[in-house]
């Protein structure tokens, strides 16, 4: 069996991202406030050290304090009413003919899983592999991330997901649009570059991968 790994943000859905979207929807519902931004601010200085210019990726702080349950449902929500109506029809176009071939669906993303989770019905996917926020007796915190599929970090936990599905990377497709994503394209039997970003239209024309720009 093989399937389609797909990436999430500026794939599936142009940007802003799927979590910047988010935590605007949660400053108009006033879920964010003083707290989450000094939690952030803090974040920035004590772990931009560290991890360098990807401490905004890896900076989950605005957060801190609110319970896991009630973000999750919030984000079924507003997956189902702002995001679904906007991705990408002719990335889903692709996806239904892999389900049509009997392949299955995978998102391979950074965004957080209670993101994953809610867009994953209203692409087809049944499996994901997604950050992991931190978290402790039921809210989220405001310490790094658990798990980050980012980069080249993408292989590692799309291996996983494979190994859990049945699924081989040699035999799968992936969906990327960004350089970041090129290691993992460039592991898998069908790699697409989907409105790649000048470095990944570079590596996607010297390569000969597919691409998909409409």
Not at 82 to 108: C, D, K, T, W
Request: aromatic share 6%.
């Amino acid at each position: 069996m093989s399937g389609a790994l797909v990436d999430v943000d500026g794939t599936l859905i142009a940007p802003p991202s799927t979590e910047v979207r988010f935590a605007a929807h949660l400053v108009r519902m006033r879920h964010l406030g003083a707290r989450q931004a000094t939690r952030v601010a803090l974040f920035l200085a004590r772990w931009g050290p560290r991890y360098g210019p990807r401490v905004f990726k890896k900076n989950k702080a605005y957060l801190d304090g609110l319970a896991v349950d009630a973000i999750a449902e919030i984000a079924e929500e507003f997956l189902r009413d702002e995001i679904a109506p906007r991705l990408r029809a002719s990335v889903l176009r692709r996806l239904e003919a892999h389900r049509a071939a009997g392949e299955g669906i995978a998102l391979v993303t950074g965004a957080p899983d209670f993101i994953a989770r809610a867009l994953a019905p209203h692409v087809g996917a049944t499996a994901w592999a997604a950050t992991e926020c931190a978290r402790s007796n039921g809210v989220f915190t405001d310490a790094p991330p658990l798990v980050h599929p980012f980069g080249a970090e993408k292989i590692v936990h799309a291996r996983h997901l494979c190994a859990r599905l049945g699924w081989t990377l040699d035999d799968c497709a992936a969906y990327g649009d960004s350089a970041h994503d090129a290691a993992l394209l460039a592991r898998v039997a069908r790699p697409v570059a989907v409105h790649p970003d000048r470095a990944l239209a570079r590596i996607a024309e010297t390569r000969g991968w597919d691409v998909i720009a409409d």
